[in-house]
């Protein structure tokens, strides 16, 4: 399996809403990254988890809250977000980090 | 200051007139630099991975190359399914995250 995945493809929610965002990888990746990209800008690097431990949180706001259960799996908690946090979110994963990322296909996410 | 810059912005080709895109960078400690293409709406497809000045790597109609200070992304004969957006990603040899250049817009018209 050579895939990143996530789900759901699409999210609309009011900012009182909480919501979560999951990302699975089984290629026996250790590092896996959350981003954040606005139409016509390159990614923004959110966090990364680095054999399950956060080891980057570049400033993110606390309404975004990151998880990662296992080696495969990674969360992003939402809470209270603003209509400015509307974006797509993508999830990726590589051996290690700091190595090549492999992308999943994005959640496409709108605050209302 | 560990930086990536792409050029041009954007470029319109017709389809079989081969190009290259570039990227150039600065950084104390390359451990690699990668390339990516990304279509409207979906997540970055990575395309090749280059570790030192003098490699050259080639899929399809793209070959990337890479020197001290940049690196070339040239296309061949390019058809309308070559037009995304290309991203350039610097990693530096001492921390676990990338540097991502700005992108280039490619369209291909028939």
């Known amino acids: 399996d050579t895939e990143v995945t996530q789900t759901p493809k699409h999210l609309v929610m009011g900012m009182t809403n909480k919501k979560s965002l999951k990302c699975e990888q089984h290629m026996g990746h250790r590092a896996m990254y959350w981003y954040k990209q606005k139409a016509k800008k390159p990614p923004e690097l959110m966090f990364v988890y680095s054999y399950e431990k956060l080891s980057i949180n570049e400033s993110v706001p606390s309404r975004f809250s990151p998880e990662c259960p296992n080696s495969s799996l990674l969360n992003l908690h939402l809470h209270a977000l603003q209509p400015e946090d509307s974006a797509l979110y993508l999830c990726?994963?590589?051996?290690?980090?700091?190595?090549?990322?492999?992308f999943g296909p994005g959640t496409r996410l709108t605050v209302l | 200051e560990d930086q990536v810059t792409q050029s041009p912005e954007a470029l319109r080709l017709q389809e079989g007139e081969s190009s290259s895109l570039n990227c150039s960078y600065t950084?104390?400690?390359?451990?690699?630099l990668f390339w990516y293409r990304q279509d409207p709406g979906k997540g970055p497809e990575f395309l090749f991975t280059?570790?030192?000045a003098g490699e050259e790597k080639e899929k399809e109609r793209l070959k990337a190359t890479l020197t001290k200070k940049e690196s070339f992304l040239h296309i061949t004969a390019p058809k309308p399914e070559d037009s995304a957006t290309y991203l350039c990603v610097l990693a530096e040899t001492s921390y676990d995250k990338v540097i991502f250049g700005p992108g280039t817009s490619l369209s291909v018209i028939p």
């Open positions: 280059l570790y030192s």
């Open positions: 990726a994963s590589s051996p290690q980090a700091g190595l090549e990322q492999f």
């Open positions: 950084v104390s400690g390359l451990r690699g």
